[in-house]
């Protein structure tokens, strides 16, 4: 009995940590550059990271960028996965935000 919940909270606290571990920024990049810069860049003009380094830019915390990668992902109907949404947050995130 200990052991199973011992084994069930182990995989409650392990498998998202892991999910996030394997979240890869460069397949993030590929993803986000196809389905996501055109829009960014007809607002802000050059390369449309103004989107994310404006000074009144609206992501704050982790959270904030997964539901804001989510929310784009529907409104552009890019289809993409979870794991798929994951590397854009973490591509985002590491050239852009940089949110411990
Ligand atoms: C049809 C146009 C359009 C497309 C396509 C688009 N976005 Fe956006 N995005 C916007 C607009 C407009 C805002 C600013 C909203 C605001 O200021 O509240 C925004 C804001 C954002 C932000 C928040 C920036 C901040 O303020 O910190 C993120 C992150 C983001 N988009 C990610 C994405 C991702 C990922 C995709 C690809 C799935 C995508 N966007 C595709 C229009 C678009």
């Not at 460069?26 to 449309?48: A, E, N, P, Q, W």
Request: with cysteine.
């Amino acid at each position: 009995m200990k052991l199973t919940f011992a084994t069930l909270l182990l995989a409650l606290v392990v498998a998202p940590a892991l999910a996030a571990d394997k979240s890869d920024p460069k397949i993030g990049k590929t993803l986000h550059d196809k389905s996501c810069v055109g829009c960014h860049v007809s607002k802000f003009g050059g390369d449309g990271s103004k989107m994310y380094t404006r000074p009144d830019h609206k992501v704050q915390t982790l959270d904030q960028l997964a539901a804001r990668v989510r929310a784009c992902n529907n409104n552009v109907g890019a289809h993409w996965f979870p794991e798929e949404e994951a590397h854009v947050a973490a591509y985002l995130n590491a050239t852009f935000y940089q949110i411990k």
